[in-house]
């Protein structure tokens, strides 16, 4: 398709009436998108979708058009018109050629969703549910989704850049509700990543499923947990979720350079314990926020943002280049064609430490373990974060003991990366879809198990 489109006439055309810089993004889309609710196979279907965003700067100002109609003409017209956006007067473009740049590929994958029949993937699905289902007779309700996704992209810029990519993901997602006399509780589990169907190589849709319905079976059982101030152990197992809302989104570039971020005009300060390294790695093979290229053409990268509990850096894009300052750091994502680029987290990150995960447990006398945690909200400008608990127990004597349910973490980010005393050796993973700006993107999030000396627990014993 790439090959039909007069990329660099495009973008002269933009840039007759003045601008200083264009470029032209184009994305083609193959998804997948299958789901079974409560034993019965409800949705089967593929769906694709082409076109070209033409985006356009002059002093400072931005157009941006977008069309998924991909005729010579349609193209023209509308870089024509975004040009036109920033007008000033008419001039004389400049040619444009490019040299399409041959990074090898971040990922490489073995099973590509292309290759696998309808009929395998609905078995994927029907295999999950099956299990859930079969958990026992207090399952009430069982949601199994699986989705894979091709994306092909193309940029190619006033300045010369041209990169190319080929991002692949696929998730499968089990949610299951079950009851008693008195309550009702619900588990979900997820798998997903920059990868093909070797992902049900790590973990089978059985086992997907299966750990949903225990966490929902085994909350049933929990007593409702107690509300105070104390030691909270956060297992690996749990993914990073405290740390990409409560942290990340105030280390993108944008975020902190409007002053809308706990984190604003803070770089070379001390923000963490000295324990703490944070990364965001967009480089990690097979995981869900990987890929070769941005959005914008940037090559993707390892980008240390605390280092020793020291800001070193933010994750940035061009626009946050060109208004802040910050140098570009492969962060400009956008959820298709139809969007601007914006500054986005990819794999998300609190490096481990040397600490054994049973050591920090045996060294807690008593308070929180959470294994898994769930959805949250934070406030970016202050800090302030509410998160719950998915899965959790009390320690007691230094030991995992009794499972509780209902539980809430309360606190600030900044001070609880502070406060973080123990830092395990382990790291874990929790995988998701992140929103910003109306825009969605897909991430992951890691962490060790770590311990927080003391921090809200919200709680109805």
């Avoid at 109609?69 to 036109?84: E, F, P, Q, W």
């Avoid at 490019?98 to 490489?108: L, V, Y």
């Avoid at 696929?170 to 979900?188: F, K, P, R, Y």
């Avoid at 949903?212 to 007593?223: E, I, T, V």
Wanted: charged share 25%.
């Amino acid at each position: 398709m790439i090959d039909e489109l007069p990329l660099d006439k495009i973008i002269q055309t933009a840039m007759r009436h003045g601008a200083e810089y264009a470029d032209v993004f184009v994305e083609r889309k193959l998804a997948t998108s299958i789901s079974c609710d409560d034993r019965r196979l409800e949705n089967a279907s593929t769906a694709s979708d082409a076109g070209v965003g033409i985006r356009v700067v002059k002093d400072g100002r931005t157009a941006y058009g977008s069309t998924n109609d991909l005729t010579r003409k349609s193209l023209l017209a509308l870089a024509r018109d975004v040009g036109k956006m920033t007008q000033t007067r008419r001039v004389k473009a400049p040619a444009t050629s490019f040299e399409e740049r041959k990074d090898a590929e971040i990922a490489t994958v073995r099973k590509h969703p292309f290759g696998i029949d309808m009929e395998d993937k609905c078995d994927v699905v029907n295999r999950a549910n099956e299990i859930a289902w079969g958990a026992g007779a207090r399952i009430r309700q069982a949601r199994i989704a699986y989705g894979d996704r091709v994306r092909r992209t193309w940029f190619a810029a006033s300045d010369g850049t041209y990169a190319s990519d080929e991002q692949v993901s696929t998730v499968l997602l089990a949610q299951i509700v079950a009851a008693d006399e008195e309550s009702l509780q619900t588990g979900m589990e997820v798998i997903g990543g920059a990868q093909g169907f070797e992902i049900f190589d790590e973990m089978t849709p059985e086992e997907v499923a299966d750990r949903a319905a225990r966490r929902a079976l085994l909350m049933l059982k929990a007593r409702p947990a107690p509300a105070g101030t104390m030691p909270v152990v956060i297992s690996s197992e749990a993914g990073g979720t405290m740390i990409h809302e409560a942290v990340g989104h105030g280390l993108e570039a944008d975020l902190a350079g409007e002053g809308f971020s706990v984190y604003s005009g803070r770089l070379g300060e001390t923000v963490a314990s000295q324990l703490v390294t944070v990364v965001d790695d967009a480089t990690m093979p097979g995981k869900r926020g990987s890929f070769t290229f941005d959005d914008e053409g940037n090559r993707a990268m390892k980008n240390v943002l605390i280092e020793g509990g020291v800001l070193k850096s933010y994750m940035s894009d061009r626009r946050a280049e060109s208004k802040y300052g910050y140098p570009i750091t492969g962060n400009g994502r956008r959820q298709s064609y139809e969007h601007l680029p914006i500054c986005r987290m990819t794999n998300t990150l609190i490096l481990p430490g040397t600490s054994e995960p049973g050591e920090i447990i045996s060294s807690t006398a008593s308070g929180l373990f959470v294994k898994k945690m769930g959805g949250g909200q934070v406030n970016t400008v202050n800090g302030d974060f509410v998160f719950n608990v998915q899965e959790g127990y009390l320690i007691e004597d230094g030991k995992v003991a009794e499972p509780v349910r209902g539980a809430t973490l309360i606190g600030n980010g900044p001070k609880v990366l502070e406060s973080i005393d123990m830092l395990g050796s382990d790291l874990g993973f929790s995988v998701g879809t992140c929103g910003k700006e109306g825009q969605d993107a897909p991430v992951s999030s890691g962490q060790p198990t770590l311990r927080i000396p003391s921090i809200v627990v919200g709680g109805t014993a």
